[in-house]
């Protein structure tokens, strides 16, 4: 009828899955269908699967908004990750940004290896160090999990700050001590000599596997926490020049490797004095280099 006024389509997170869910499907975007029911209770300030219970529910202009918003920018690849600010990793969460390389599953091998390491000696003795601590994800769950002193060192300024918001998030504050620089020199002199456990997820990746990488990978996540050099050695290089000097008698390191240059990284770290052992990922990979000394 004339005068009437228009009638809006409704829009529920039902209606929102419908529609967004084939849409970043065209764009490419795997696992769909999760990402837009992490999106939307993400803009909702809810569990993902108190969605289901809420499929019929009314969303208002400014929780369109958000949503539309969230779904544009993960259709353009961007990590849902970083869209939400956070990750689960080792049954906590972490805070991630665009700072800090988000923890992946694999990773959560390198602190399996140090807790069960550490349980086994007393609790004065447990020093340890984290090389590239990024978002804190190794470092933190560690302490989370057995008491411990860590020494954690990253290049990025604006990454320790990302993690040092972790290990207050995750009450864990006093058990760590963060040093900007790069590798072992940034440790100073009133920081200990030698360390019972070294745990590191370098930057592995070569530069001339840039292009394999997916877009949200290659274009969002800093460059300093995935790329080694030309060979993507050059960060096991500079670990390797002074990890036996740095280990205790009786001590390990747990390196993270790229699974095909397993024989390229452990002859770096050859030496006399450390018993190197390849440990694998569920998939049968060597993901972990572990030296005892």
Same mark, same amino acid.
């Given at each position: 009828m004339t005068g009437e006024k228009e009638i809006k389509p409704l829009w529920t997170p039902l209606k929102i899955i419908q529609w967004a869910v084939p849409y970043? @499907?065209?764009k490419g975007i795997p696992n769909a269908r999760f990402d837009v029911e992490t999106l939307i209770a993400f803009a909702l300030k809810i569990d993902r699967l108190k969605v289901?219970?809420?499929f019929d529910r009314p969303l208002d202009g400014s929780e369109l908004s958000v949503i539309r918003e969230l779904l544009k920018r993960r259709s353009q690849n961007v990590p849902i990750q970083y869209l939400t600010g956070k990750r689960e990793f080792y @049954?906590?969460?972490?805070?991630?940004? /665009?700072d800090v390389l988000i923890p992946r599953p694999?990773?959560?091998q390198v602190v399996e290896e140090a807790i069960q390491y550490l349980k086994g000696i007393p609790e004065e003795k447990r020093l340890v160090l984290d090389l @590239?601590?990024?978002?804190?994800?190794?470092?933190?769950?560690?302490?989370?999990?057995?008491?411990?002193?860590?020494?954690?060192?990253?290049?990025s300024e604006k990454a320790l700050i990302i993690a040092a918001e972790n290990a207050q998030a995750l009450s864990v504050e006093e058990a760590v001590r963060w040093r900007n620089g790069d590798w072992f020199s940034a440790l100073n002199s009133k920081d200990p000599d030698q360390f019972q456990v070294i745990v590191s997820n370098p930057p592995y990746i070569s530069l001339n596997e840039t292009r394999d990488l997916p877009s949200e990978v290659r274009d969002f996540e800093p460059p300093e926490a995935l790329f080694g050099g030309e060979t993507g050695l050059n960060a096991y290089k500079e670990l390797a020049q002074n990890m036996n000097k740095r280990l205790?008698? @009786?001590?390990?390191?747990?390196?993270?490797?790229? /699974?095909?240059r397993q024989n390229a990284i452990s002859e770096l770290f050859k030496s006399p004095d450390l018993k190197e052992t390849l440990c694998r990922d569920l998939q049968g990979l060597p993901r972990v280099l572990k030296l005892e000394k």
């Open positions: 970043l @499907g065209e289901y219970l809420q @049954g906590l969460t972490f805070k991630v940004s /665009p694999e990773t959560e @590239g601590t990024g978002s804190g994800c190794i470092a933190l769950s560690i302490a989370k999990n057995v008491p411990c002193r860590i020494w954690a060192v990253d290049i205790i008698l @009786g001590g390990i390191a747990l390196i993270e490797i790229h /699974p095909h």
